[in-house]
């Protein structure tokens, strides 16, 4: 380094090495440097080759439009119910009791579709869904209220919730008549099965809903002054509070928009099977693996829709793979749980 | 009592991030002496205690107790040699009997079990060298304060073989008679075999009991006075000390005449509080000083809406709200700012979403934020306190000083009429500190403060300042009468 050099204060690199300065941009470019990005790197690497696994394994099931169709159509029951989790996280709570609430609402909304008067026309089963979906909101604000003026754990309120939501399904069940427990897929009115059963371009209609609706709580989230207060609120409650935010409003939002989006989600599961007794448990553990993958795999700013929805995919594409491979149904859930397990010891690991 | 040093400190030095918290931390305990610490807010006393204790490890220093090094930074091992402090917000368990809370840690055990008559004996014996006669077996929530910091102190002194007992501020917040009694027990526990170490506000008190007081100032230590020589004049005297702040008062050449009220306490009671009036009127800069328990925190929380009084009222703004939350108060025309920004400042959010947090509504378009009208408001507030940095880098990006310039940009186009300022200096350096007290001199022409700070800042900045000693206003200077001295003699 002669007086030519450009002033750059930094050692002298040797011949043919960078200076450590030249090496941290070079790093900061491949954008490996932190442990955040590393992370990040690891995770979305994950997905990647798990892609080419599957497709290496069996391409020729995998890889198809109809397979893509049939995992599609699939996803919009588990994108609904993530993304509502979503928003709870967001303000810095926890919503156990979403799948609880789907269950609840495709009882309440199937029943009032086939068995009440009144709703066997084309404009009541939308009344009866609309219904369903109300139920939904109102579940969800029972949450957020005990959360937010009971100052009582989103955690163990929400498990309360579940469980108060799972024996209205119960009371609502055992008015099915003729002594049944379900009401088959059949049986529905026209309009409650095109929720599902209308296809666009191949896919239903009712992932052109759940997409639809993650729009507008993506917007919400990230371009409102509802969302600036959520993440306020998620990030330090109290520095929320003193900055004038209404914490105890934006939480009781969050669980509203939780419920209803629970809601639409049971309307859909009832559209694509028909009614089912507790047919929404083992929807819990996906949703928290689908948002806690996400902001740990893509997220910038902790939970977000876009990240929650990789997520979702990134367990979509799991569970369809292993299905196309003919796996039993245990590694599945198996390996969900690991994922979840994974993912959340690594985020944790950043301090 | 003149006996060999039992414990010194050399060369502690302790920093938290870029707060050098003790630069030159030094004190020397002799056996069986009550050793009175003093020095104002933040200048070191407990972090310097801390690092005695075990609970901190220093960044250099040695602390040397009866000849042996100490293992500092474990905590056990240093209790195990004989060191224990009780510290200022000793964990209590209300719904345990007092035998229980006396013991916790040091129950006498068999083969795993607790014997409880042995602890019971055992908490009544330390109890009654305390002076104190309390029912061991009542529950512990029941009794009065005094009472339970008194089982507080037990604590210390049912341990066998402590022989440095550490009390951080054992009489913060008790009135003074309550006070007074503590003081008392303190001295039936100081014996040959054991020195204690006292921090305390209230120089008085310390002036009476000690035998030694170290003053701490910045972060160093200042001096040690011993026997004749401990007199509160001269301890006060030692406080003040200093490089006085440059007085902001005079810069606002006009004096702004003091508009509507906007601030109302009358005869406002709580935990310290013993029936606090006061106004403050647009214009006015306030200032409230007192120690910890003083009740000049619980002021600045009545007022802010972070909690109620129990008795009297509290009315803000131009509507004379009550502020019974913060949103509420913020509602009414209320700003707050502390300088504990661990409650102020947003992990992952940049400064410009912390300074237009309050007021991200108002630049919706159909409910959705105009990023540009945001740019421009934010830029303009940073600007105008002239805070150093953009606004779309991460809050923790700035210095302590250009933060809390930022948290306090967020009222400026707010349409607030009061500040509530607690504290806002807290580990900011001097040039910021000056910065900060004459953006807030600025601001208080067209609005309220209601501030609480160090007495050297308040007799720098403020047109009246409430003096606040036992929770009571013991002192209200105006004009001239404001020194930092004539504050420190009101408080302590």
Same mark, same amino acid.
């Given at each position: 380094?002669?007086?030519?050099?450009?002033?750059?204060? $930094?050692?002298?690199? /040797?011949?043919?090495?960078?200076?450590?300065?030249?090496?941290?941009?070079?790093?900061?470019? #491949?954008?490996?440097?932190?442990?955040?990005?590393?992370?990040?790197?690891?995770?979305?690497?994950?997905?990647?080759?798990?892609?080419?696994?599957?497709?290496?394994?069996?391409?020729?099931?995998?890889?198809?439009?109809?397979?893509?169709?049939?995992?599609?159509?699939?996803?919009?029951?588990?994108?609904?119910?993530?993304?509502?989790?979503?928003?709870?996280?967001?303000?810095?709570?926890?919503?156990?009791?979403?799948?609880?609430?789907?269950? #609840?609402?495709?009882?309440?909304?199937?029943?009032?579709?086939?068995?009440?008067?009144?709703?066997?026309?084309?404009?009541?089963?939308?009344?009866?869904?609309?219904?369903?979906?109300?139920?939904?909101?109102?579940?969800?604000? @029972?949450?957020?209220?005990?959360?937010?003026?009971?100052?009582?754990?989103?955690?163990?309120?929400?498990?309360?919730?579940?469980?108060?939501?799972?024996?209205?399904? =119960?009371?609502?069940?055992?008015?099915?008549?003729?002594?049944? @427990?379900?009401?088959?897929?059949?049986?529905?009115?026209?309009?409650?099965?095109?929720?599902?059963?209308?296809?666009?371009?191949?896919?239903?209609?009712?992932?052109?809903?759940?997409?639809?609706?993650?729009?507008?709580?993506?917007?919400?989230? $990230?371009?409102?002054?509802?969302?600036?207060?959520?993440?306020?609120?998620?990030?330090?409650?109290?520095?929320?509070?003193?900055?004038?935010?209404?914490?105890?409003?934006?939480?009781? %939002?969050?669980?509203?928009?939780?419920?209803?989006?629970?809601?639409?989600?049971?309307?859909?599961?009832?559209?694509?099977?028909?009614?089912?007794?507790?047919?929404?448990?083992?929807?819990?553990?996906?949703?928290?693996?689908?948002?806690?993958?996400?902001?740990?795999?893509?997220?910038?700013?902790?939970?977000?829709?876009?990240?929650?929805?990789?997520?979702?995919?990134?367990?979509?594409?799991?569970?369809?793979?292993?299905?196309?491979?003919?796996?039993?149904?245990?590694?599945?859930?198996?390996?969900?749980?690991?994922?979840?397990?994974?993912?959340?010891?690594?985020?944790?690991?950043?301090? | 009592?003149?006996?060999?040093?039992?414990?010194?400190?050399?060369?502690?030095?302790?920093?938290?991030?870029?707060?050098?918290?003790?630069?030159?931390?030094?004190?020397?305990?002799? &056996?069986?002496?009550?050793?009175? #610490?003093?020095?104002?807010?933040?200048?070191?006393?407990?972090?310097?205690?801390?690092?005695?204790?075990?609970?901190?490890?220093?960044?250099?220093?040695?602390?040397?107790?009866?000849?042996?090094?100490?293992?500092?930074?474990?905590?056990?091992? %240093?209790?195990?040699?004989?060191?224990?402090?009780?510290?200022?917000?000793?964990?209590?368990?209300?719904?345990?009997?007092?035998?229980?809370?006396?013991?916790?840690?040091?129950?006498?055990?068999?083969?795993?079990?607790?014997?409880?008559?042995?602890?019971?004996?055992?908490?009544?014996?330390?109890?009654?060298?305390?002076?104190?006669?309390?029912?061991?077996?009542?529950?512990?929530?029941?009794?009065?304060?005094?009472?339970?910091?008194?089982?507080?102190?037990?604590?210390?002194?049912?341990?066998?073989?402590?022989?440095?007992?550490?009390?951080?501020?054992?009489?913060?917040?008790?009135?003074?008679?309550?006070?007074?009694?503590?003081?008392?027990?303190?001295?039936?526990?100081?014996?040959?075999?054991?020195?204690?170490?006292?921090?305390?506000?209230?120089?008085?008190?310390?002036?009476?009991?000690?035998?030694?007081?170290?003053?701490?100032?910045?972060?160093?230590?200042?001096?040690?006075?011993?026997?004749?020589?401990?007199?509160?004049?001269?301890?006060?005297?030692? #406080?003040?000390?200093?490089?006085?702040?440059?007085?902001?008062?005079?810069? $606002?050449?006009?004096?702004?005449?003091?508009?509507?009220?906007?601030?109302?306490?009358?005869?406002?009671?709580?935990?310290?509080?013993?029936?606090?009036?006061?106004?403050?009127? &647009?214009? /006015?800069?306030?200032?409230?000083?007192?120690?910890?328990?003083?009740?000049?925190?619980?002021?600045?929380?009545?007022?802010?809406?972070?909690?109620?009084?129990?008795?009297?009222?509290?009315?803000?703004?131009?509507?004379?709200?009550?502020?019974?939350?913060?949103?509420?108060?913020?509602?009414?025309?209320?700003?707050?700012?502390?300088?504990?920004?661990?409650?102020?400042?947003?992990?992952?959010?940049?400064?410009?979403?912390?300074?237009?947090?309050?007021?991200?509504?108002?630049?919706?378009?159909?409910?959705?934020?105009?990023?540009?009208?945001?740019? @421009?408001?934010?830029?303009?507030?940073?600007?105008?306190?002239?805070?150093?940095?953009?606004?779309?880098?991460?809050?923790?990006?700035?210095?302590?000083?250009?933060?809390?310039?930022?948290?306090?940009?967020?009222?400026?186009?707010?349409?607030?009429?009061?500040?509530?300022?607690?504290?806002?200096?807290?580990?900011?350096?001097?040039?910021?500190?000056?910065? =900060?007290?004459?953006?807030?001199?600025?601001?208080?022409?067209?609005?309220?403060?209601?501030?609480?700070?160090?007495?050297?800042?308040?007799?720098?900045?403020?047109?009246?300042?409430?003096?606040?000693?036992?929770? /009571?206003?013991?002192?209200?200077?105006?004009?001239?009468?404001?020194? /930092?001295?004539?504050?420190?003699?009101?408080?302590?």
């Amino acid at each position: 380094m002669t007086g030519g050099a450009p002033a750059v204060e $930094s050692e002298p690199a /040797e011949e043919g090495r960078l200076a450590p300065e030249q090496q941290n941009r070079v790093l900061a470019m #491949l954008s490996l440097s932190s442990p955040t990005a590393r992370r990040q790197a690891l995770l979305v690497g994950l997905f990647v080759v798990m892609v080419a696994a599957f497709s290496i394994a069996d391409a020729e099931h995998f890889l198809t439009w109809t397979n893509f169709k049939n995992a599609a159509n699939q996803v919009p029951v588990l994108m609904l119910l993530a993304v509502g989790v979503t928003a709870v996280l967001r303000v810095g709570e926890f919503d156990l009791a979403a799948p609880a609430i789907a269950a #609840l609402v495709s009882g309440v909304a199937a029943i009032l579709a086939t068995q009440a008067s009144g709703f066997d026309t084309g404009g009541g089963v939308l009344l009866a869904m609309a219904v369903g979906i109300a139920v939904g909101g109102l579940v969800g604000a @029972t949450s957020g209220v005990s959360v937010a003026y009971g100052k009582a754990p989103s955690f163990v309120v929400t498990l309360a919730v579940s469980s108060v939501a799972l024996g209205l399904e =119960l009371l609502v069940q055992s008015k099915i008549t003729g002594g049944l @427990t379900q009401i088959s897929a059949i049986t529905l009115p026209e309009t409650l099965r095109d929720v599902a059963g209308t296809k666009i371009a191949g896919l239903s209609l009712s992932l052109y809903i759940a997409l639809g609706l993650s729009l507008v709580v993506w917007l919400l989230l $990230s371009r409102t002054a509802y969302g600036r207060h959520a993440h306020a609120t998620g990030g330090n409650e109290s520095a929320a509070q003193l900055a004038g935010v209404s914490v105890n409003r934006i939480k009781i %939002i969050a669980f509203v928009i939780s419920g209803l989006l629970a809601g639409v989600a049971g309307i859909v599961l009832v559209s694509q099977q028909g009614y089912l007794p507790n047919a929404t448990a083992s929807y819990l553990l996906q949703a928290y693996a689908a948002a806690f993958f996400g902001a740990t795999a893509v997220g910038k700013r902790g939970f977000s829709v876009p990240a929650t929805l990789f997520g979702v995919i990134f367990l979509a594409t799991l569970s369809n793979g292993l299905a196309v491979l003919n796996q039993p149904l245990w590694i599945s859930s198996t390996i969900q749980g690991a994922v979840l397990l994974f993912t959340v010891m690594l985020s944790r690991s950043r301090t | 009592m003149s006996g060999a040093p039992a414990l010194s400190v050399t060369g502690v030095a302790k920093r938290f991030g870029g707060v050098r918290a003790v630069r030159d931390g030094n004190l020397t305990v002799r &056996r069986g002496e009550l050793h009175g #610490l003093v020095g104002p807010n933040g200048s070191g006393k407990s972090t310097l205690l801390n690092v005695v204790s075990g609970l901190l490890r220093p960044d250099a220093g040695s602390v040397v107790f009866e000849g042996n090094p100490l293992e500092l930074g474990h905590y056990r091992k %240093i209790q195990d040699q004989g060191v224990y402090l009780v510290p200022q917000e000793m964990s209590f368990a209300p719904d345990d009997e007092v035998w229980e809370n006396v013991t916790l840690g040091a129950e006498p055990i068999r083969r795993g079990i607790v014997r409880r008559r042995a602890a019971r004996a055992a908490a009544a014996r330390a109890l009654h060298l305390l002076g104190r006669d309390i029912d061991v077996n009542a529950v512990s929530g029941a009794l009065s304060p005094v009472e339970q910091r008194l089982v507080t102190i037990a604590r210390g002194v049912v341990r066998p073989g402590v022989r440095l007992l550490i009390l951080d501020e054992p009489t913060a917040g008790l009135p003074h008679h309550d006070a007074k009694r503590v003081m008392e027990s303190l001295h039936q526990i100081v014996s040959p075999d054991r020195a204690v170490i006292l921090v305390s506000h209230h120089i008085d008190d310390v002036a009476a009991a000690c035998h030694a007081v170290t003053v701490m100032r910045d972060g160093k230590t200042v001096t040690e006075l011993r026997g004749e020589a401990v007199r509160t004049d001269d301890i006060v005297d030692l #406080l003040v000390a200093g490089a006085p702040l440059e007085a902001i008062r005079d810069e $606002s050449a006009a004096p702004v005449e003091a508009g509507d009220e906007l601030i109302d306490v009358e005869q406002a009671a709580g935990r310290s509080l013993r029936g606090v009036s006061f106004a403050v009127r &647009r214009g /006015e800069v306030v200032g409230l000083a007192g120690v910890l328990g003083s009740g000049s925190g619980e002021t600045i929380e009545f007022v802010s809406g972070q909690s109620r009084p129990d008795d009297g009222t509290v009315r803000v703004g131009r509507d004379a709200s009550d502020p019974s939350t913060p949103h509420r108060a913020f509602r009414a025309g209320v700003g707050y700012i502390s300088g504990e920004r661990a409650r102020l400042v947003i992990e992952d959010m940049t400064v410009g979403e912390h300074v237009s947090l309050p007021v991200v509504g108002q630049f919706g378009r159909v409910g959705v934020v105009s990023r540009g009208r945001e740019r @421009t408001w934010v830029n303009r507030s940073l600007d105008a306190l002239s805070v150093k940095g953009e606004g779309s880098a991460p809050m923790r990006s700035l210095s302590g000083g250009n933060q809390q310039r930022a948290l306090l940009a967020r009222w400026i186009g707010a349409d607030v009429d009061v500040l509530v300022v607690d504290q806002p200096t807290v580990g900011v350096d001097i040039a910021g500190r000056a910065q =900060l007290l004459r953006a807030l001199r600025d601001l208080a022409r067209e609005r309220a403060i209601l501030l609480a700070a160090e007495p050297e800042e308040l007799a720098a900045t403020c047109d009246r300042v409430l003096c606040l000693r036992r929770g /009571e206003i013991a002192r209200e200077l105006t004009g001239d009468d404001i020194t /930092e001295g004539a504050i420190i003699r009101a408080i302590v």
